[in-house]
C-alpha cells in the first residue's frame, strides 16, 4: 500500500483502489444465508485507511421512540439519526453524511447493533465496497417492517429527501439510496414499492414529476401491491412456500378496504396453488 498522501482527495482515490471485494463469510442463521458483516469490513478497511492518512468520525446525533401496539402489547423501536464523515491527518476532510437506521428495541445492545449497521453502511458507500451482499442481512436478525401508522412521517420524509435528490441528478439519488436504505427497509412493503418505483423513474428519466401527495392521503397503491402478490407467489415452488409468502405480505389485512383487489388475490393465489398442484402430479407420474 501507498503512504500517506498529502491530499485529501488523493489518500481517498487511494484507499478506494485498495479495497477489495469482500467475501461472505458468517451465516445468517434467520436468512439461511451468508454475508459480510461489520467486523469484516472493519477489519478490511481499517489498515488501508490508516496507511492513506484517513479515518472515520461517527456520533450520534438523536435517538427517538416510535411506540406502537403489537399483538395488543405496547412495543416501540428506536430512529437513530448519526452522522459520518472521512477525515484525513492534514485537517481536511469530507462532507458530513447523514444516516437513520430504525431497529425495534431489544435491550442494551440496539444502540450498538444500529451504530455497527450505520458504520457498514457508510463504508460501503464512501469507498464502493462490494461485498455482494443482496441485503444487509446481519442487521435482519432484528430489523422488522413498521406499522403504517408508525411509518406514515418517515415514508413522507423520505419521499420528500427521492424528490430533492432528483432535482440534483442520477448520482445524488444513488448516494440518498446507500443513505436510506435501513429505513426504507423497514417500510411497509407497498411502501416500498412505491419509493421504489419513484426511484427507478428517477433513474430512467433524470428527473420526477409526481404532485405531492395530501397531508392526510394514505400512499398505499392496491394495485401495485396486488402486482407485489403475484411477482411474489410465482417464486413458490410448494403451498407451504407460497402460504408463506401470502403471509408474510400481509394480503388479507392490507387489502381490508378494498374488496374488489382482495378477490383478485385469491384469485391469484388459487391458480398458484392449482398450478403447484399440477406440477407435483407431473413430477409424481
Given at each position: 500500500?501507498?503512504e500517506n498522501h498529502a491530499s485529501f482527495g488523493e489518500a481517498v482515490c487511494a484507499a478506494m483502489a485498495d479495497v477489495e471485494r469482500l467475501k461472505?463469510?458468517?451465516?445468517?442463521?434467520?436468512?439461511?444465508?451468508?454475508?459480510?458483516?461489520?467486523?469484516?469490513?472493519?477489519?478490511?478497511?481499517?489498515?488501508?485507511?490508516?496507511?492513506?492518512?484517513?479515518?472515520?468520525?461517527?456520533?450520534?446525533?438523536?435517538?427517538?421512540?416510535?411506540?406502537?401496539?403489537?399483538?395488543?402489547?405496547?412495543?416501540?423501536?428506536?430512529?437513530?439519526?448519526?452522522?459520518?464523515?472521512?477525515?484525513?491527518?492534514?485537517?481536511?476532510?469530507?462532507?458530513?453524511?447523514?444516516?437513520?437506521?430504525?431497529?425495534?428495541?431489544?435491550?442494551?445492545?440496539?444502540?450498538?447493533?444500529?451504530?455497527?449497521?450505520?458504520?457498514?453502511?457508510?463504508?460501503?458507500?464512501?469507498?464502493?465496497?462490494?461485498?455482494?451482499?443482496?441485503?444487509?442481512?446481519?442487521?435482519?436478525?432484528?430489523?422488522?417492517?413498521?406499522?403504517?401508522?408508525?411509518?406514515?412521517?418517515?415514508?413522507?420524509?423520505?419521499?420528500?429527501?427521492?424528490?430533492?435528490?432528483?432535482?440534483?441528478?442520477?448520482?445524488?439519488?444513488?448516494?440518498w439510496v446507500g443513505n436510506r436504505k435501513p429505513s426504507i427497509s423497514v417500510m411497509p412493503k407497498d411502501w416500498q414499492i412505491l419509493l421504489r418505483?419513484e426511484y427507478q423513474e428517477g433513474l430512467a428519466t433524470g428527473t420526477l414529476k409526481r404532485a405531492e401527495p395530501e397531508e392526510n392521503s394514505d400512499?398505499?397503491?392496491?394495485?401495485?401491491?396486488?402486482?407485489?402478490?403475484?411477482?411474489?407467489?410465482?417464486?413458490?415452488?410448494?403451498?407451504?412456500?407460497?402460504?408463506?409468502?401470502?403471509?408474510?405480505?400481509?394480503?388479507?389485512?392490507?387489502?381490508?378496504?378494498?374488496?374488489?383487489?382482495?378477490?383478485?388475490?385469491?384469485?391469484?393465489?388459487?391458480?398458484?396453488?392449482?398450478?403447484?398442484?399440477?406440477?407435483?402430479?407431473?413430477?409424481?407420474?
Amino acid at each position: 500500500m501507498a503512504e500517506n498522501h498529502a491530499s485529501f482527495g488523493e489518500a481517498v482515490c487511494a484507499a478506494m483502489a485498495d479495497v477489495e471485494r469482500l467475501k461472505k463469510a458468517d451465516n445468517n442463521d434467520f436468512a439461511k444465508d451468508k454475508y459480510t458483516s461489520v467486523d469484516d469490513f472493519k477489519d478490511h478497511l481499517r489498515p488501508i485507511l490508516a496507511s492513506h492518512g484517513l479515518w472515520i468520525a461517527m456520533s450520534e446525533m438523536a435517538c427517538d421512540q416510535m411506540p406502537a401496539m403489537k399483538d395488543g402489547k405496547e412495543k416501540y423501536s428506536l430512529r437513530f439519526e448519526f452522522a459520518c464523515t472521512i477525515k484525513h491527518v492534514s485537517g481536511s476532510c469530507g462532507d458530513i453524511e447523514p444516516i437513520t437506521v430504525i431497529l425495534p428495541f431489544v435491550g442494551a445492545q440496539t444502540t450498538g447493533q444500529a451504530r455497527s449497521y450505520a458504520l457498514k453502511e457508510y463504508l460501503k458507500s464512501a469507498f464502493l465496497a462490494s461485498s455482494g451482499d443482496s441485503e444487509d442481512a446481519d442487521a435482519h436478525d432484528e430489523m422488522e417492517t413498521l406499522s403504517k401508522q408508525e411509518a406514515r412521517p418517515l415514508f413522507r420524509e423520505l419521499q420528500a429527501e427521492l424528490r430533492q435528490a432528483a432535482k440534483h441528478g442520477r448520482e445524488a439519488m444513488k448516494t440518498w439510496v446507500g443513505n436510506r436504505k435501513p429505513s426504507i427497509s423497514v417500510m411497509p412493503k407497498d411502501w416500498q414499492i412505491l419509493l421504489r418505483k419513484e426511484y427507478q423513474e428517477g433513474l430512467a428519466t433524470g428527473t420526477l414529476k409526481r404532485a405531492e401527495p395530501e397531508e392526510n392521503s394514505d400512499p398505499f397503491d392496491p394495485e401495485l401491491f396486488l402486482a407485489e402478490i403475484e411477482e411474489s407467489i410465482a417464486k413458490a415452488k410448494s403451498e407451504d412456500a407460497l402460504t408463506e409468502a401470502w403471509d408474510a405480505l400481509d394480503v388479507e389485512a392490507s387489502l381490508t378496504d378494498h374488496e374488489d383487489v382482495l378477490q383478485r388475490a385469491f384469485n391469484l393465489r388459487k391458480d398458484m396453488l392449482k398450478n403447484i398442484e399440477q406440477a407435483a402430479n407431473l413430477m409424481a407420474g
